[in-house]
């Protein structure tokens, strides 16, 4: 029988399966990482407890309405306390301003406008949007006004300055007007007239649309309405005494700081202002608004519009060149579509697009310049027409529409030049075509034939030759021997009269 002993193991005996340190530092190296992760993110700024800051310091137009719309909606989406919307602008666009005003508006975010910083202005549209932002706040050194509507049309108002300041009945006088101080609703009178009658309509719609801002925001509304009718304009300290805004601050920081408490009513109800501590998160363009702003200029839309007819006009000319038609195509719908974002006459559109046609159909239809140089008169015409507005940044210059003229002008050229030239050229098709060939005499060559005598010279000599691979029967004025090489001069019917190569033709014999 066999007996396995044991022996118990010493107390110091390593056991069997020994412990190795390594996982334990790297589970303890793991959690001190993620605390690290957990620390850093609760100290990083929240989306939802952030204060948004955007700024416009351009004129108010469709990418900047794009833009502050597309923000206002974010913002509302993170539940952001407050939105700053920071100005810098000389006005804009009636349509662009209304957009973002809606957008302000139907916002359950409260929206401050702030104009800063110092220096900067909120004129004409920005004064609109400043009455209908929740809170208003201005930076020392700024100011704000001049909101009356700029006329329409070519080169600006019209005669009479239909849209210009009108003196209000006050009893405070002269004086009051130039600091903008009002104690009644503004009367006065308005321009008459015919020409002034949409000038009217304009003006007492804008005064009663910044006079309902006002209101709603319990603004001063008497001042609103003056800066409408009279274009004054108010510095940060007067605007503050005469209740146009309702703070001064430094900065963004400064004016969250002071909003913090308050209590505004937005579209989701009365909302209280918690900021004292919140960061500041700043929202810059994307290239969504980079590029609006690039393609609403007027100058560029106009210059996509010609590149893209031009691009499609050398696509047709030279078919399967695929590159100039594809270019052009994506020019003439960007433009088309900058265009649509602008506030257009389509009359003075018709006619450029009217312009181009023209010079393309020059090519085609070569009437040597008329078509062409006709097509420059209206499409110089239709691009002093073309933006039915005079608000800052966005009129056409007169050197770019000379410019494109002249260029325009230049493609008549060349292509009347090359139609002329061509016209010049010898007919290298049909029964004249033969004209001016060379050719081989054969058989037994020209001999002498006293048929073709005449009074004055002596007989021609007549037989065959091969002119363009063809036989055809030839006269000469001297007899010439089988393989002389002769030049074609003419052809009556079936006939031909040849000259010897080593002669050289008259200029009369060759056309």
Known sequence: ?????????????????????????????????????????????????????????SAIG?????????????????????????????????????????????????VAAFVAPGGARAASAGTYIVYASHFAAMAPGTNLGAASPVQFGIGGAGGGNPAGPISPISPTGPASAASGAQTGPVQGPLPGGTEATEARKVMHDSS???????????????????????????????????HVIDLIAQDPGDLARQLDGRTAMT??????IATAHAPLVFVEPDWRSHFLSIITDPNVALILLSLGVYGLFFEFANPGFVLPGVVGAICLLIG??????????????????????????????????VLGFGGIVAFAIGSLMLIDTNTPGYGIPLPLIAGLALGGAAFVGTVSSVALRARRRPVVTGAEAIVGSIGEVID????????????????????????????????????????SRVRVTGRSGLKLTVTPLHEVPSEGEQS
């Open 336 to 369: 088309l579509f900058a265009m649509q974002l602008l506030p257009v006459n389509y009359a003075g559109l018709g006619l450029v697009l009217l312009g181009l046609a023209c010079l393309v159909a020059e090519a085609f239809l070569p009437t040597f310049g």
């Open 1 to 57: 029988m066999l007996f396995h002993r044991t022996s118990p193991a010493a107390p110091d005996a390593p056991p069997l399966h020994p412990r190795h340190p390594l996982p334990a530092r790297v589970a303890r190296a793991a959690l001190f990482a993620a605390l690290l992760v957990v620390c850093a993110v609760a100290a990083a700024p929240s989306p939802q407890t952030a204060v948004v800051v955007m700024t416009v310091n």
């Open 208 to 242: 009663a649309y910044i006079r309902g801002l006002a209101q709603l925001r319990g603004r001063n509304a008497d001042w609103a309405e003056h800066a409408v009718r009279d274009a004054v304009s108010l510095s940060a300290t007067e605007a503050l005494d005469q």
């Open 267 to 272: 579209t989701a109800g009365p909302t209280r």
């Open 444 to 483: 037994d060559g020209l001999q002498p034939d006293k048929r073709t005598a005449v009074a004055g010279s002596g007989p021609l000599a007549t037989g065959w030759a091969r002119v363009l691979g063809e036989r055809w029967q030839v006269a000469c004025d001297a007899p010439l021997a089988a393989g």
């Open 62 to 110: 469709p990418a900047s309405a794009d833009f502050v719309v597309r923000t206002l909606a974010r913002a509302a989406e993170r539940r952001a306390p407050l939105v700053i919307l920071q100005l810098d602008t000389p006005g804009g666009l009636d349509t662009s301003m209304r957009q973002i005003i809606k957008a302000i508006l139907a916002s359950p975010v409260p």
